[in-house]
């Protein structure tokens, strides 16, 4: 069993940056593949960024490649998404989640173990 907290979200500036952090219970966090979703209001809930368990594959989709960058601390038990040059259609809940595969995949079946979220507005 794993748990996952997000923190760091919060009001900013379109243009501006914001770093993420996703805190996991448990002894096992180094063997897992984990992942950043997103969902908008009224909107399905989407791939942001993936990373494996040990930190060498890292998965992004078009729309944030080049301004998300995804990190595994397994020392820590953390995972972050640094969020550079941020547009308001950003703008949504962000959770974090986690599943025992040695690859990323984008698909939100394949993830187990899901946080509450943290909530990123982003102004224009």
């Known amino acids: 069993q794993v748990q996952l907290v997000e923190s760091g979200g919060g009001l900013v500036q379109a243009g501006t940056s914001l770093r993420l952090s996703c805190t996991a219970s448990?002894?096992?966090?180094?063997?897992?593949?984990m992942a950043w979703f997103r969902q908008a209001p009224g909107k399905e809930r989407s791939f942001v960024a993936g990373?494996?368990?040990?930190?060498?594959?890292?998965l992004y989709p078009d729309h944030v490649r080049g301004r998300f960058i995804i990190s595994k601390n397994n020392a820590n038990n953390t995972l972050d998404l640094q969020m550079n040059s941020l547009k308001p259609e950003d703008t949504a809940l962000y959770c974090c989640?986690?599943?025992?595969?040695?690859?990323?995949?984008?698909?939100?079946?394949?993830?187990?173990?899901w946080g509450r979220g943290t909530q990123v507005t982003v102004s224009s």
């Open positions: 990373i494996n368990w040990n930190g060498k594959n890292k």
């Open positions: 448990g002894s096992t966090f180094g063997s897992y593949t």
């Open positions: 989640a986690a599943n025992r595969f040695s690859v990323v995949d984008m698909r939100e079946r394949s993830y187990i173990y």
